[in-house]
T-cell receptor, first 113, second 111 residues
Framework: DTAVSQTPKYLVTQMGNDKSIKCEQN?????MYWYKQDSKKFLKIMFS???????INETVPNRFSPKSPDKAHLNLHINSLELGDSAVYFC????????????FGSGTRLTVV | DAKTTQPNSMESNEEEPVHLPCNHS???????IHWYRQLPSQGPEYVIH???SNVNNRMASLAIAEDRKSSTLILHRATLRDAAVYYC????????????FGTGTSLTVIP
């Protein structure tokens, strides 16, 4: 069983479109995250979310919005896609508390053309 | 966010030990030291973490300096499958428990 699964694995879309990436974890973790890895391979936190709190990295454009229907899911919606949004997006989850590690998904490669 | 400093790249011969250093001079008393690695075309993978004492698991060992301003990830026998980018990260309660990744160390394993 995959612990953190993301769909789709690849996504190619045109500028201006709206798209969603789904993430599900079956680990019973409290907190989920989205990271963006750009072409220079730098991993940047976008959001962290648990049932109490959404923390948004201030540099993330408001075209990006996380939506969590329940504790096991955190989807990423992106409106009005731009060329610069092309990247690999990773979902992760963890238990709450700094003594716990993250489990990452295998990533979604988004290409905006 | 608490900062870490790692060499950009390192090389190791296969089946030899590898010591990957990390400096974190601004670490605070409650920050945990985590290590992750990212193999090509995969998501980051947990390796090991610790607070003050040295830690061992099936993947690696973590040696933490007495003043906690540096740590070393030790791979006891490097294999070709260990070629990856290794990230040393501080997990701090004052950053919303988030991980802030640096640039990491790209490890090349030479057959």
């Amino acid at each position: 069983d995959t612990a953190v699964s993301q769909t789709p694995k690849y996504l190619v879309t045109q500028m201006g479109n709206d798209k969603s990436i789904k993430c599900e974890q079956n680990l019973g973790h409290d907190t989920m995250y989205w990271y963006k890895q750009d072409s220079k391979k730098f991993l940047k936190i976008m959001f962290s979310y648990n049932n109490k709190e959404l923390i948004i990295n201030e540099t993330v454009p408001n075209r990006f919005s996380p939506k969590s229907p329940d504790k096991a899911h955190l989807n990423l919606h992106i409106n009005s896609l731009e060329l610069g949004d092309s990247a690999v997006y990773f979902c992760a989850s963890s238990r709450q508390g700094i003594n716990y590690g993250y489990t990452f998904g295998s990533g979604t490669r988004l290409t905006v053309v | 966010d608490a900062k870490t400093t790692q060499p950009n790249s390192m090389e190791s011969n296969e089946e030899e030990p590898v010591h990957l250093p990390c400096n974190h001079s601004t670490i605070s008393g409650t920050d945990y030291i985590h290590w992750y690695r990212q193999l090509p075309s995969q998501g980051p993978e947990y390796v090991i973490h610790g607070l003050t004492s040295n830690v061992n698991n099936r993947m690696a060992s973590l040696a933490i300096a007495e003043d906690r301003k540096s740590s070393t990830l030790i791979l006891h026998r490097a294999t070709l499958r260990d070629a990856a980018v290794y990230y040393c990260i501080l997990r701090a309660s004052n950053t919303g428990n988030q991980f802030y990744f640096g640039t990491g160390t790209s490890l090349t394993v030479i057959p």
